[in-house]
Nanobody
Framework: QEQVVESGGGLVQPGGSLRLSCTAS????????MGWYRQAPGKERELVAS???????TYTDSVKGRFTISRDYARKTAYLQMNSLKPEDTAVYYC??????????????WGQGTQVTVSS
């Protein structure tokens, strides 16, 4: 079954906004970080934003001031608020969850991705 599920992608005009959601299943324990990555056609996957339980939040330079990552710890959910979207933001956005399996094995879990297309 899917352990990480993203939603909220879609088609938006330049300057518009979207909010992505990512929810981790109950089979992932001890989550200590959630993050968002993206991959555009022909390009490598890159970190967009991450949020650690220690309070450390990071953004790639190209989204600073436009994107905001937030967490709902009780619901094992991360959000990515995306404002002032640009065509170069077009990509498949993936959620990553760093935690532990039921057996105690540390793992990074990935969602299936959600498409964000910014176009006129």
């Amino acid at each position: 079954q899917e352990q990480v599920v993203e939603s909220g992608g879609g088609l938006v005009q330049p300057g518009g906004s979207l909010r992505l959601s990512c929810t981790a299943s109950g089979s992932i324990f001890g989550i200590n970080l959630m993050g968002w990555y993206r991959q555009a056609p022909g390009k490598e996957r890159e970190l967009v934003a991450s949020s650690g339980n220690d309070g450390n939040i990071t953004y790639t330079d190209s989204v600073k001031g436009r994107f905001t990552i937030s967490r709902d710890y009780a619901r094992k959910t991360a959000y990515l608020q995306m404002n002032s979207l640009k065509p170069e933001d077009t990509a498949v956005y993936y959620c990553m969850v760093r935690g532990f399996s039921v057996s105690g094995r540390p793992s990074d879990y990935w969602g299936q991705g959600t498409q964000v297309t910014v176009s006129s």
